[in-house]
């Protein structure tokens, strides 16, 4: 199955672990040295009240696709709700 970016930006993702969806595609990782998709970035899930502040982002290996299809981008990611989740990638990293 071939799809471009923009398509891939249309899909939503979604953890199937859970049920969680966990928004749009808005960006993907590649290794330029071999050619191949590490993965994709999506929005963190912003909690609190904070909802204007929050600039994480998610990383989705791609190896922890299960399926893309017409609508969705089907994912399985078993540590999503732990406090320490591995795939977050904070963008709030200023030092004060």
């Not at 998610?58 to 078993?78: Q, S, T, W």
């Amino acid at each position: 199955m071939e799809s471009t970016f923009l398509e891939l930006r249309c899909k939503e993702v979604v953890n199937i672990l859970d049920g969680r969806r966990l928004g749009h595609i808005t960006d993907m990782v590649f290794d330029l040295g071999s050619a191949r998709v590490l993965g994709f970035i999506v929005p963190a899930e912003r909690t609190g009240w904070n909802i204007f502040k929050n600039n994480d982002q998610l990383f989705i290996p791609y190896g922890c696709v299960v399926k893309i299809g017409e609508d969705a981008l089907l994912v399985e990611l078993p540590s999503q709700g732990v406090p320490t989740n591995p795939y977050i990638l904070a963008q709030n990293n200023k030092k004060s």
